[in-house]
């Protein structure tokens, strides 16, 4: 089945009048779109698509900041038969023009004046298949004489009916391309029947209720597999979603939307545990005894939830006075409605999935990559193991194969790589598992866990070997530290790269009369320095010595994404920050 029409068609027929998807244009209130408004705009769009000369197996690429208008044009695309093509809103023009050639997209949807300026550029090009340029805002300035339209005049005549192309399961409907922290970015061809399955898969192994009144708010790239992939279950199981266009406005937007679920990265988990205890460290000793108290409490209360056991009236009692003194602030700061949070990206400590546990918060830490429609494994909602990335889904098999790497087979693994048969013929083993490039373990009880990606192990110069995935994330557990790379490989000891938190580090200089130039000056300050020493030794006291960072380097700025130095969903790009950084780091050795 098309998965355009498995979402569509029977949401209209259940709930025409509901509300489907959210959104907030500049400062204005956040509207809603109905059902039947939804789906009229999408045929409106999917027909004004066939008129411009799309057909079916066409590519129509989307480069733009997450909108309303971004999931109209994706279910538009997939309604013709044609296939999408997400492009990061932050790739620059040339990674922008890679995968537009790479894909031959004859279409685009772009948001903002940069994205259409780079692809008005390639359409002028001999050498391309792109053949008109639809932009979301009339805010962009376009010239309307190179075949670029604005999407509501461009869809102003269509017609509202449309008979959706039919679709078999192994059809493709969708091209990602890896974000490429190892080498050039890759075309993953999933198909429609792995939505539809790992969708079912997911419903079947969680057992909602009620889930068609839940609300979503969209603030990860829809450009990755995760967050569409979120929101597009989200929307076949009737809820809501609401986009927000700008991340940066994601503590606002919380309050003003209230979700109850929202798909986030291990870096936004980590952000709210640690200010969340340097808020309870600085208040008063009774309000320190009153949140510890709470905590564990909620520990408590949290422990007899997991395991499906009977939680004791004494306890109810005092469960009820931690949640009015302490966790409902948390989480009115977080809309106060939320309570499922499906997180992956990368590998989150098991101290802050408990923290939100004991607040009343099921945070679904979840593995998976862009070639198996992002989720392999997750936390079920009771019996899950903290430290682990869970269970497989049903449909899903996953065993560990030769240097333990995880290997997968079932519903949601990837046709292949897009016109590129020998890569694709690499990460699949003779008898047809799919090779993740992670290693792993899996548990007993059938948790796995992930020791790390096989790419990022190192070795020293003594022969030990170093996961930095599980170093990083207990550094930067600490508010005090925003990023961190580890250097092993070949290496006589281990040593770092740091960004410190600078909002943290503003309130640290301040109250020890450090005088602020700039952060150059900053990071190298003595007392600073030496508060990171104390710091670093403190977090990592219970790690074997030839883990430990022995010699680190504090960074003036942050690594950012148009540097190419991190991923759109914030990965660090480790081979390009070693060499872009050599120098540095020599340094410490």
């Not at 909602?208 to 790239?221: D, I």
């Not at 948790?447 to 990083?472: H, V």
């Not at 000891?493 to 150059?520: G, R, Y």
């Amino acid at each position: 089945m098309n998965l355009a029409e498995a979402i569509i068609h029977k949401n209209v027929e259940k709930h025409a009048i509901k509300a489907a998807i959210g959104f907030k244009k500049k400062e204005a209130a956040w509207k809603e779109l109905s059902w039947k408004k939804f789906s009229e705009i999408i045929y409106k769009t999917a027909n004004a698509l066939k008129g411009a000369g799309v057909q079916e197996n066409d590519k129509v690429a989307i480069y733009s900041d997450n909108s309303s208008e971004w999931m109209i044009f994706d279910l538009a695309a997939m309604s013709i038969g044609a296939i999408t093509v997400p492009i990061y809103s932050t790739n620059n023009a040339e990674q922008a023009e890679y995968i537009i050639k790479d894909s031959d997209s004859k279409v685009i949807l772009v948001g903002n004046q940069a994205q259409y300026d780079a692809c008005l550029e390639l359409l002028q090009k001999e050498d391309n298949q792109l053949q008109t340029i639809i932009v979301a805002k009339k805010a962009v300035w376009i010239k309307k004489e190179f075949s670029s339209f604005y999407l509501e005049d461009f869809i102003a005549k269509s017609s509202l009916k449309l008979e959706i192309c039919k679709k078999e399961d192994e059809d493709v409907a969708t091209l990602i391309y890896t974000s490429g922290t190892t080498g050039t970015p890759k075309g993953v061809m999933l198909t429609h029947g792995n939505f539809i399955k790992a969708f079912d898969a997911h419903f079947e192994f969680f057992k909602f209720k009620n889930f068609e009144e839940e609300l979503s708010l969209a603030f990860l790239p829809l450009s990755h597999v995760f967050e569409r992939s979120w929101s597009l279950l989200c929307l076949y199981g009737g809820a809501r979603v609401y986009f927000l266009e700008d991340p940066k406005n994601i503590a606002k937007a919380l309050e003003e939307v209230k979700p109850t679920m929202m798909c986030a990265v291990p870096r936004f988990f980590q952000k709210i545990y640690a200010g969340v205890l340097e808020k309870a460290e600085e208040g008063s000793s009774l309000k320190k005894k009153i949140f510890n108290w709470a905590r564990e409490i909620g520990w408590q209360t949290a422990e007899l939830k997991r395991n499906e056991q009977e939680i004791p009236f004494g306890l109810k009692i005092k469960e009820t006075v931690a949640e009015m003194l302490v966790f409902s602030k948390i989480k009115e700061r977080m809309g106060g409605r939320l309570w499922f949070l499906p997180c992956g990206g990368a590998s989150l400590s098991p101290e802050v999935t408990k923290f939100f546990e004991s607040v009343g918060i099921h945070v679904t830490v979840g593995y998976g990559l862009t070639e198996t429609t992002a989720t392999l494994t997750l936390f079920p909602l009771t019996h899950f193991e903290h430290g682990t990335s869970g269970k497989a889904l049903p449909g899903v098999e996953i065993r560990i194969g030769q240097d333990d790497e995880i290997q997968a087979r079932g519903n949601g693994i990837m046709k292949g790589y897009y016109n590129k048969p020998e890569e694709t013929q690499k990460v699949f083993t003779e008898d047809g598992w799919f090779k993740t490039g992670d290693a792993g373990k899996i548990d007993e009880k059938g948790n796995l866990t992930i020791t790390d990606r096989l790419k990022d192990l190192m070795k020293t110069s003594n022969g030990k070997y170093i996961a930095p995935q599980q170093i990083e994330n207990l550094l930067t557990n600490n508010n005090f530290i925003q990023q961190i790379v580890l250097i092993a490989e070949a290496r006589q000891f281990v040593s770092a790269l740091i960004v410190p938190n600078f909002e943290f580090l503003q309130d640290f200089i301040k109250k020890n009369n450090i005088p602020f130039t700039n952060w150059t000056e900053v990071v190298k300050n003595e007392k600073v320095v030496h508060f990171y020493k104390e710091k670093i030794k403190e977090l990592q006291s219970h790690l074997s010595d030839f883990e430990k960072v022995k010699k680190f380097t504090l960074m003036p700025a942050e690594f950012e994404i148009n540097s190419g130095e991190i991923t759109p969903t914030l990965k660090i790009k480790r081979n390009v920050v070693l060499k872009k950084y050599a120098d540095v780091i020599e340094k410490m050795y």
